[in-house]
């Protein structure tokens, strides 16, 4: 369920939001049954949020929403971080792509994080969309067919 999933997360990512003051807030209909196999969703929805808390500043706000839309599940990740450039919007889900090499190279990485999640979306027949502006941050949703 959508609540577990949500616990697991909770479980790692409250330590790395806490130490830069980060709002996490998560916004999801608990008893959501999501029929997909459990950890490549944890993975899914852990690779989106812990980009939102790498590249959030001090202080910002992260919402994780999970909750039925329709026949489809939506998981959203919207942060208010330093957001992403639109000619960048295609290319970010390509192995190892990165915005700001010389930025990204001190925060670690490797740039796998977002082509695993448009990989484990389409082995689901899922979709992606992506609002981001720079300065304002960045809106992921990725909805998954509930079959
Ligand atoms: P890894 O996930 O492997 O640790 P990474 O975070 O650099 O490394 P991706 O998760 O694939 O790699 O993200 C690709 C690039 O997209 C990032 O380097 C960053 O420039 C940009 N990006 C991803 N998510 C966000 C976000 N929420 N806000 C701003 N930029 C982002
Ligand atoms: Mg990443």
Redesign the pocket.
Known sequence: TASKLVNDIKAIVDQPAEEKSLNLVFNVEGDLQIHADYYRLYQLAL?LI???I???NEGGDITLTIEKDGDNVLIE?Q?N????AEK?HNR??ERF????KAR?RH?????????IVRHITEAHDGQIQIE?REEE??T?KVTLPQK
């Open positions: 690779n812990s980009n939102s790498q590249y959030t990740v942060d971080g330093i957001g992403i960048f970010i889900f792509y990165r915005v700001d990204s925060s670690g990485g490797t740039g796998l994080g977002l082509s981001s941050g960045t992921i």
